[in-house]
């Protein structure tokens, strides 16, 4: 009985332990860097997308891959560098999504190592 009591509860443990996220879509960012209206969907147009590590960057730039999910096979739509500060933890960047979908989006960092994904679905509301 204690063996089935302790495996539980380990379960229960790492199903409920995720990590944070480190890409986040949101509608903005406030003052303090803190994303504002964050969500996975969201209607065409321009979304703020927060990475967030628990180091620092070390690199002036991060990478982004857009990938439209697929059932066959994901197609990438849109690569692209941004600039950030070597030394902080977080950066933001503006992303454009005018056609609805589902999409993958791909943050790399030093060494094209990946950051973090985190998938967004778009809906047109018109």
Known sequence: MKNTL?????????VSCKPA?????????????KGSEC?????TG???MLVSLK??????????KIHERAETKDRLVDSFTFSVDPEKQS???NLSFFNEGRYR???TGKESAVL?????EVVDTY
């Open 6 to 14: 302790a495996v539980c509860l380990g379960m229960f443990l790492l």
């Open 21 to 33: 996220q480190t890409v986040t879509f949101c509608e903005g960012v406030t003052p303090e860097g």
């Open 39 to 43: 969500g996975a969907r969201f209607t």
């Open 46 to 48: 321009e979304v703020t």
């Open 55 to 64: 180091q620092r960057f070390e690199v002036n730039t991060l990478a982004v």
């Open 91 to 93: 950066a933001t960047t």
């Open 105 to 107: 989006v791909t943050v």
């Open 116 to 120: 973090g994904e985190s998938e967004i």
